[in-house]
């Protein structure tokens, strides 16, 4: 015998329809709990694609290692790479594509009565604006043989450039970085924050001049990228085996860049996953909210359940009502929250100038548990109103 699902979906429908007032109040925890998490997933979503875009377009692929001194776990290692570790690898790493070595210092620019201390100081080889993708926009870039020619020559950030020059173009003016002149040859491109550091606030010299300018001789990083992300395990093999040689011991460690890119990825998930979490309580307290209305009604439609079972209806029948609308005020719930919750993150992204990602396995999530939570606390109110005497309650005064 097939049980007839239809007409107690339709009283609950009717009976939602009949309170309206008291069944928005009770959705409310729902839509604030769903709209909450989808908030925060879509933000987080959002932010995930807008971090690893930034990498990315700073060339930091699968297919890009990243050389540091010091053994992994130490957070101020001692700098043991030197410019010569940086050309042996030259030519030991198989397939190389592009090798950038960074000497980090402190540069005080001097332009006429105007002094400038950017963030950035950095010695840097010619495949600078290859490996990381950013091109001199006004100017040029210096050659690998102005570089090996140890020749003066800097390209600048744009940041530095509103500092020194204002609208003006500075290529082709003279400079002083910590008392040494240089010539102005290019303006790179802008590439504004990277992970909170400002990457135009940028002065970036040949890397032959490091000990002359800076006053370093050790490198803080050297970063590379092979043909291909095949590549890279053969590519650790070579590094290992061509520094140890020179070094004979291991006081250096490598990151890959995918490596980088699961870190990220796994520390945002957790960070979106734990505020969700928390942002679903409130699913909790709607749901507690739900059944305490769902036996409120029971309740006030004791003597309406006393004349449905008098006519005939059967325990499953009331049960099935009670419970098809509590399943419904939660689905409704969450539909809105839904809504609500995508709009709200494509609002607050669009203020931060970052896009929204659409989170549909959050949505399917929340429509999940939103049924759940819809049948664990009605099922209860439910039972309560199936199980009623109709005798007992055709008597029953409110």
């Known amino acids: 015998m097939m049980i007839n699902l239809i007409d107690p979906l339709k009283i609950a429908y009717n009976s939602i329809l009949s309170n309206k007032l008291r069944s928005l109040l009770t959705t409310l925890g729902v839509i604030i709990g769903v709209a909450a998490v989808i908030t925060l997933v879509s933000m987080g979503e959002g932010a995930k694609s807008y971090i690893l875009g930034q990498i990315g377009s700073w060339g930091l692929g699968a297919n890009s290692l990243a050389i540091h001194p010091g053994k992994e776990e130490v957070a101020l290692p001692e700098l043991t790479l030197t410019y010569g570790d940086n050309e042996a690898l030259r030519q030991k790493v198989g397939n190389l594509q592009y090798l950038m070595p960074e000497f980090v210092g402190r540069g005080r620019l001097v332009y006429g009565h105007r002094e400038y201390q950017p963030a950035y100081t ?71 924050t990277l992970l909170f550091y400002n990457m135009d606030d940028i002065v970036l010299i040949p890397t032959t001049l490091a000990e002359q300018v800076l006053g370093v001789t050790k490198i803080w990083e050297i970063f590379l990228t092979v043909e291909n992300e095949k590549d890279v395990p053969q590519a650790i093999i070579d590094i290992k085996k061509t520094l140890i ?14 490596g980088l890119i699961d870190i990220i990825n796994n520390i945002l998930n957790a960070l979106t996953a734990i505020v969700s979490a928390i942002a679903a309580i409130s699913l909790l307290v709607g749901g507690i909210g739900i059944m305490n209305i769902m036996l409120v ?51 607050i992204m669009y203020f931060l100038k970052m896009s929204a990602a659409i989170a549909w396995g959050a949505a399917y999530l929340a429509c999940f548990v939103a049924l759940l939570v819809g049948l664990f606390f009605g099922v209860y109110p439910a039972m309560r109103a199936a199980r009623l005497d109709p005798v007992e309650a055709l008597r029953f005064e409110v």
């Open 297 to 347: 009604a029971v309740t006030e439609r004791t003597r309406e359940i006393g004349i449905r079972k008098a006519i005939g209806a059967k325990n499953r029948d009331i049960f099935l009502q009670f419970v098809f609308e509590s399943i419904l005020i939660t689905m409704t719930g969450a539909l809105f929250g839904i809504m609500i919750g995508t709009l709200a993150a494509w609002g």
């Open 245 to 258: 040689a020179r070094h004979r011991k291991e006081d250096f460690h490598i990151h890959t860049q995918q």
């Open 122 to 192: 950095l010695a840097v080889s010619a495949d600078y604006p290859f490996a990381y993708k950013q091109q001199a926009v006004v100017g040029r870039f210096f050659s690998r043989a102005e570089e090996e020619g140890r020749r003066h020559v800097v390209v600048i950030g744009r940041t530095v450039v509103d500092k020194l020059f204002g609208a003006y173009s500075p290529v082709g003016e003279k400079i002083k970085i910590n008392g040494v002149g240089f010539t102005i040859i290019g303006i790179l491109e802008e590439k504004g």
